[in-house]
């Protein structure tokens, strides 16, 4: 199953992604947590991406696809994959459709006001990625990741002026492929004000039956 997590940044696809990625057995292509991860470990492309991230802008669709495309020829994605981030343009997922073909786009809907305190409130482990909410969601014992021990922190993204600023590039940039895929018929539409775990059971039935 070729599967496309679609909503605004702070929607949910991470935390929805990582608690689906083991029970459906797809692996979560994350393309923020790629250009995380190599910022984290200085590598040429975390040093050529690294302003952008900060800035809440967009890195270019060739580089972008160049490292989907790479991701994408690795054993555990011969079956399928969880998308998460990508594509993120009109020319991105043009690119992707010439390649191959999504099985469903599944969209997390939520309010604004909403959408921009969870972003506010995230915390994230530089070290493994998992995702905490300050208030609803914190880690079991305070500044200690759950999962691998590291430490939770603030994306610099995450913050008020960056926040805004991506919100922007997804309304301009992002949304118009809610358009593209529903002419394909692919857009499965799921209420992202659910808790996490109603919202993970919602979409996992969902997926069963496709
Ligand atoms: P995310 O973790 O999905 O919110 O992504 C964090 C940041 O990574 C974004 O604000 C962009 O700067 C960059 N990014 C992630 N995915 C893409 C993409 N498909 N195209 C361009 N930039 C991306």
Same mark, same amino acid.
């Given at each position: 199953? !070729?599967?496309?997590?679609?909503?605004?940044?702070?929607?949910? !696809?991470?935390?929805?992604?990582?608690?689906?990625?083991?029970?459906?057995?797809?692996?979560?292509?994350? $393309? =923020?947590?790629?250009?995380?991860?190599?910022?984290?470990? #200085?590598? #040429?492309?975390?040093?050529? /991406? #690294?302003?952008?991230?900060?800035?809440?802008?967009?890195?270019?669709?060739?580089?972008?696809?160049?490292?989907?495309?790479?991701?994408?020829?690795?054993?555990?994605?011969?079956?399928?994959?969880?998308?998460? =981030?990508?594509?993120?343009?009109?020319?991105?997922?043009?690119?992707?459709?010439? !390649?191959?073909? &999504?099985?469903? /786009?599944?969209?997390?809907?939520?309010?604004?006001?909403?959408?921009?305190?969870?972003? $506010?409130?995230? &915390?994230?482990?530089?070290?493994? =990625?998992?995702?905490?909410?300050?208030?609803?969601?914190?880690? *079991? !014992?305070?500044?200690?990741?759950?999962?691998?021990? =590291?430490?939770?922190?603030?994306?610099?993204?995450?913050?008020?002026?960056? /926040?805004?600023?991506? &919100?922007?590039?997804?309304?301009?940039?992002?949304?118009?492929?809610?358009?593209?895929?529903?002419?394909?018929?692919?857009?499965?539409?799921?209420?992202?004000? *659910?808790?996490?775990?109603?919202?993970?059971?919602?979409?996992?039935?969902?997926?069963?039956?496709?």
């Amino acid at each position: 199953m !070729k599967i496309m997590l679609l909503g605004t940044p702070g929607s949910g !696809k991470g935390t929805l992604a990582q608690s689906l990625s083991s029970g459906v057995g797809l692996p979560h292509i994350s $393309t =923020g947590d790629i250009f995380r991860a190599a910022i984290h470990h #200085k590598t #040429k492309l975390g040093l050529e /991406v #690294k302003t952008i991230l900060a800035s809440g802008k967009l890195v270019p669709d060739e580089l972008t696809c160049s490292i989907v495309f790479e991701r994408l020829t690795e054993p555990d994605a011969r079956q399928g994959f969880l998308l998460d =981030g990508f594509p993120r343009t009109i020319p991105q997922a043009e690119t992707f459709d010439r !390649k191959m073909e &999504l099985d469903s /786009v599944i969209l997390l809907e939520l309010d604004e006001e909403t959408n921009v305190t969870r972003l $506010t409130e995230r &915390l994230i482990c530089p070290d493994c =990625g998992a995702i905490y909410h300050r208030t609803f969601r914190p880690p *079991q !014992k305070a500044d200690v990741c759950d999962t691998c021990g =590291g430490t939770p922190v603030q994306r610099p993204d995450d913050q008020i002026e960056v /926040v805004n600023k991506r &919100l922007e590039e997804y309304y301009r940039l992002t949304a118009p492929l809610i358009r593209h895929y529903e002419d394909k018929q692919k857009i499965h539409r799921f209420n992202a004000l *659910q808790s996490p775990a109603a919202l993970l059971h919602e979409v996992q039935s969902f997926l069963q039956n496709l």
